[in-house]
């Protein structure tokens, strides 16, 4: 009677639940089980078991998968093992242009979530997603792409981008292509454009164009990299920055002067010569400028966005933290980091970091730094944010960080020799303010190496010091001594290492 009692019971709850009249229920579910689940897939994988397909790269090695695990993440192999397609019923899938090494890589993917992105194997990685369509890979590649853009690499990566369907890609490149177009043009990639692709860049609306000379010498550096076959492209190329020029003057002037930049004066001062209005049609403004808080008898939170272009002013969102001073600013791609500072009422170093992202005008709290700090400097290098110097609790700090966007966390950066206040940026970071030290040394940071040294001395060792520009020879600097109340200028030399006073002429 006993056992009888002790099984009829979960029957009894049975017809009790059956009824409506359920009282207690345990919804359980098992956190491990997605984890569990892949982990047995993949040694499935390993141990070649239950596997009911074979994917064959270019160099003949075999890989043997499951369908199911395939089409999960890849809408190429959902797509074949589906519908009425030839590979459906087979079990030898043949890709020729994809390598070992790559096809490795994505089926571990489909097994695993994970695979390693480098600088070797993200442009294969990305092509091989795009055409067996797995999306985050994809994706993820592109975002790896766009954290090693630069001014060197830009053309290509656009290339590339729009070969391949990267519209996130094919947008910073375009941004950078039109924001840096002076440096652009110095690039050997610029001089391996076809015309209309010069021709699309010349014409958009957005190229950051400060001086006429710009877009003239970019005409005659192209066209004197090939002239046999880029002087008849003349017209069509000026037309772009709306002028004209007469085309046998222009191939007279090409068989004349040989040196660009006679060249380029030379048709300078026959377009200034026929056209009253060159200047105004040729110039360009494309980038705007930021106004990010700021003091005013009370810490600011507003945003200020100038268009040069139409010479007006907007407002853009402010930031949600409206009381914090002394922080730093520096912008990276589209958005515009805020980083540090302190606050009024108790003027204790803050981590905080705000991310204010200029095209949607929207504020996003970023990662922390690992060294709260105000009165410090940060700065876009390699496509990463570095936050150097700076005050804490009242006494200098030495400490440097730096941000990776694409893995969303602070790195910690060799410690500067003296710590102070860094105003430019280059290929490497130079220290030069002085702030309230005499401290007489220009230290630089290099990136790849890590490293900290003294390049030379300041001229003017007390003053405030503050960028005025940077090209890729030399730093253009501007003092402020506070005691005596005079201003001078100077500039470093990158490649000598030596320092000179600034004249009205350099």
């Known amino acids: 009677m006993v056992f009888f009692s002790r099984i009829s019971a979960p029957f009894a709850v049975a017809r009790m639940s059956s009824k409506g009249h359920e009282l207690y229920t345990y919804d359980f579910c098992d956190a491990a089980h997605p984890v569990e689940l892949l982990n047995m897939l993949r ?37 074949m093992f589906t519908l009425d397609m030839r590979e459906r019923s087979t079990q030898l899938i043949s890709l020729p242009g994809v390598d070992a090494d790559i096809l490795e890589a994505l089926v571990n993917y489909a097994y695993t979530s994970s695979v390693s992105i480098t600088q070797t194997n993200v442009q294969s990685l990305l092509e091989a997603a795009d055409l067996l369509q797995f999306s985050t890979v994809k994706r993820a590649c592109e975002e790896f792409l766009v954290r090693l853009l630069d001014v060197d690499n830009c053309l290509g990566m656009h290339a590339f981008a729009e070969h391949h369907v990267c ?19 110095q690039q050997e990639e610029f001089l391996e454009l076809n015309v209309k692709e010069l021709i699309s860049i010349l014409s958009a609306e957005n190229l950051n164009v400060w001086k006429e000379e710009v877009l003239i010498e970019a005409i005659v550096k192209w066209i004197a990299h090939d002239p046999p076959s880029r002087v008849h492209d003349v017209q069509d190329l000026l037309q772009s920055v709306k002028l004209e020029m007469d085309e046998g003057f222009f191939r007279a002037a090409v068989d004349i002067q040989k040196d660009e930049k006679s060249l380029s004066s030379l048709i300078l001062h026959s377009l200034k010569s026929s056209s009253e209005e060159f200047t105004l049609s040729c110039r360009k403004l494309g980038s ?41 600013v520096s912008l990276l791609g589209p958005n515009i980091y805020v980083t540090g500072g302190y606050r009024s009422e108790t003027i204790e170093a803050l981590g905080d970091v705000w991310i204010y992202h200029a095209d949607a005008d929207e504020w996003t709290e970023g990662r922390p730094m690992l060294t709260a700090r105000y009165y410090h400097c940060s700065v876009a290098l390699r496509g990463c944010v570095y936050a150097i110097g700076g005050y804490r609790a009242g006494a200098p700090a030495r400490q440097t960080e730096f941000y990776d966007p694409l893995k969303k966390e602070w790195f910690p950066a060799a410690d ?23 401290y007489e040394k220009i230290q630089a940071y290099q990136a790849n190496s890590n490293e900290w040294s003294v390049v030379t001395t300041s001229p ?19 003092t402020c001594n506070q005691t005596n109340h005079t201003n001078s200028a100077f500039i470093y030399s990158v490649l000598t290492g030596s320092i000179r006073q600034r004249t009205q002429d350099s």
């Open 416 to 438: 500067m020799i003296q710590g102070r206040n860094p105003r430019v940026l280059f290929l490497c970071v130079f220290l030069l303010k002085g702030g309230s030290c005499t």
């Open 167 to 185: 519209p996130a890609l094919e947008r910073e490149a375009r941004r950078l292509m039109f924001s840096r177009f002076e440096e652009l043009i």
């Open 288 to 328: 705007s400028m930021y106004v990010i808080g700021g003091y005013y008898w009370h810490p600011l939170s507003e945003v200020h966005m100038w268009n040069p272009a139409s010479n007006t002013w907007l407002q853009g969102k402010s930031m949600p933290d409206h009381a914090r001073e002394s922080y730093s």
């Open 460 to 478: 003017h060792p007390g003053a405030s010091e503050t960028q005025q520009g940077c090209g890729e020879e030399e730093v253009h600097c501007y």
């Open 43 to 79: 040694a499935f994988y390993l141990g070649d078991l239950f596997t009911d397909v074979s994917l064959k790269c270019s160099s003949g090695q075999v890989f043997h998968c499951h369908k199911v695990v395939l089409s999960g993440r890849s809408a190429y192999f959902k797509v």
